[in-house]
Each structure stands twice: as C-alpha cells, then as structure tokens.
C-alpha cells in the first residue's frame, strides 16, 4: 500500500526563516504548500516584497503558494489596536496580537477549511510538546535563546498548539543561514528584519502613528508637578523612555506616566520608574490549566529583558497580580508579562498598569 505523506502549510515571509522552514519539511518528506498573508501595502518582509520572494520561493521549491487578503483583520486587530492603545497612553505589544488574531488561529482554519490540510508550520523559534500526563500542549524556549520568540506567542490557545509545528525550535540562527545556504535558498543572504512591519513600512513608529493621531500641546512634568516643558503629543512618547524628552535637568529623567485625559507626560528620576508589582489582564494559560493559588515563576515583562523571580497571585482566571522579587525598571502598561518555569511558558498577558506604590 502507497504511504501518504503528511501534508503542511507553511507561513511563508519572505524571510530566511520561514523559508528555511518550507525546505526541512520538505526534505522531511512533508507535502508542503506555501501561505503568505496579504497584510498591508508598502515596503517590509510580510508585505510586497515579502510576498514576491515568498512566491520566488514556491516556484522554486516547486508547491503550491497561497496568498490570502489579511488587510482587513490586520487592520482591525493591528493598526486600530496600535492607534487607541497609543490615544489611551498605553504602548500595545502588536507581534502577540497578530500571531493570535491575524496569522495562526486564521491559518489555521484557511489551511483546514480551504485546502483540506489540519497542520500549519512557520519560521518561529520555539517549541511544541504534548504533555501526556496532563493532556496539554506546552510550549518550550527555542534552544537558541537569543533568538527565542515565544515572548509573542503566550497567547496561542492549546487548539493552536495542537496544530502547529517549528521546525527552527531546535536549531541554532546560525545553522539556519547554512540550511538555507545548502538548499540553495535565494533568502540564504537576506538581511533580518530588525523592526516592526509597520515600523519598516512607514520609516518609524511616529511617523506611522502621524498619519492616525494629531498630537495635541501639552505638558512635560514632574510627579510632584513641576513642569520641565512641552510635547507635542504624548502617543511620541512610551513608559522607560530616557532619551529624546527635549527637556533639560540635573539628573536624567524617564518617562513614568502618560496621562491621556489631562495630555501630559509624568517624567522621573530611574529610582522613580522602579516598581515591585504590576496587575495583569487579558491572561492566557499556556502550559498549564488556570491557577487557584500563588505560584512561583520567572517573569519576562519586555522582548530583551530577562526573566525575573515573581510571585503570580490569581484574580480570576484571565487577571492576575504580579508581585516581583525584586523592583522592575518601566514596568509598561500595554505589553506583555510573560512567565516561565524553566524552559516552559506558563502563562501570559497584558500589563494593565504599575501598582501604585
């Protein structure tokens, strides 16, 4: 009897990644087909561009490419998100946002409604693991970690999990770069993309975020209320940031507040941007089922930052509070807090705001 061989769509960037991807599972003996996501015009790997190599790409490797008109839901989930976010003084982490709402969950169900395939692949360095005895999916730190990526993908739910796969969860960036090389991929050489799609599409987040927001005069002040100077509108400035502030004082000051009724950008000392804990929302349970009492775990609050010892103290099952070991620089409403045990990502959600100290 003829085996069959598994069938995969894979996410397809245009990038080394995502490429390298298509060409293991192939090798692999998986009948790959191609996928990009028509996000948005302009320039950037996920979009034009991305999707011609993604193209070239196919054509070469020889399998089907398949290329679906996210723009709507990309503007919906992404663009709207990121524009109120920065009205209401907060600074939205969008790459979680759309891995959730625009890219996995819609693959998904294109790849299983339209073409009939129940298994997706994409360039992300991470890993999957059923763990029988709990009957969950876990989701583990790449074994590179300074390439680790599963800080964006804490919102994943286990049906995603289940129908997901990273080849790249085990390999280091630079095998990549000779995979790509020994296959002969045309993106072997390409150049990483260093900042977010619409960063890359718009020359900078101000930029695109002035083509949304008319900035509004208002004030730059102390927490005590003495005013240092102006800005021009408080969605050009985000919680930590030291540079840039356009005011002059005897020590170096970091923005510790946006205050978006009354427009005014709360600046401070670095002792002043410390705090010990944060309140979180919007919380998804990765690797483990909700939690009825505290745990132990180490908790990541920025992309680059490391993890840090905290204690995870349960609200509800989708809030929580978090109280740290030790003080935290800019803890900043918007983004993520992420929490592991070990290489495992336990959980993770949306910074509401620093507790008031």
């Not at 011609?52 to 020889?62: K, N, P, R, S, V």
Request: hydrophobic share 35%; glycine share 8%; with cysteine.
């Amino acid at each position: 009897m003829k085996s069959v061989m598994k069938k995969v769509v894979v996410g397809l960037s245009g990038g080394v990644d995502s490429s390298t991807t298509a060409a293991i599972l192939q090798e692999q003996g998986y009948d790959v087909e191609g996928m990009t996501l028509w996000l948005m015009k302009g320039k950037g790997q996920c979009c034009s561009e991305g999707m011609i190599d993604a193209a070239q790409l196919c054509e070469q490797m020889g399998i089907p490419h398949h290329v679906v008109d996210s723009r709507v839901s990309f503007e919906k989930y992404i663009i709207n998100y990121l524009v109120d976010g920065y009205r209401e003084g907060i600074t939205p982490l969008p790459c979680s946002n759309c891995n959730k709402a625009v890219k996995f969950r819609p693959m998904i169900d294109y790849a299983h409604q339209e073409l009939g395939i129940d298994l997706i692949a994409t360039g992300h360095y991470a890993r999957v693991f059923h763990d029988e005895s709990t009957d969950r999916w876990q989701l583990l730190r790449a074994f590179d970690r300074n390439k680790d990526q599963t800080y964006f993908l804490y919102d994943l739910s286990q049906d995603d999990l289940a129908h997901v796969i990273f080849p790249l969860g085990e390999t280091q960036k630079t095998e990549t770069r000779k995979l790509a090389a020994q296959f002969d991929l045309q993106t072997a050489d390409k150049p990483e993309s260093m900042d977010l799609c619409l960063v890359e599409a718009n020359g900078s987040m101000q930029a695109f975020l002035d083509k949304y927001i008319t900035g509004t005069d208002g004030q730059i002040m102390t927490k005590t209320g003495e005013v240092l100077g102006t800005h021009s509108g408080i969605h050009h400035y985000t919680i930590g940031q030291r540079k840039g502030l356009g005011i002059a004082y005897r020590e170096p000051l970091y923005v510790i507040g946006l205050d978006a009724v009354m427009n005014r950008v709360i600046v401070g000392t670095k002792d002043d941007a410390y705090e010990n804990e944060c309140s979180v929302s919007r919380v998804n349970w990765v690797s483990m089922a909700p939690i009825a009492t505290p745990i132990q775990a180490e908790v990541q609050i920025r992309y680059r930052s490391l993890p840090s010892p905290a204690t995870i103290i349960p609200i509800t099952d989708t809030t929580v509070k978090i109280i740290f070991d030790d003080p935290q620089l800019s803890i900043t409403p918007g983004q993520a807090a992420v929490w592991y045990h070990g290489e495992v990502l336990l959980g993770g959600g949306i910074i509401d705001r620093p507790s008031a100290t």
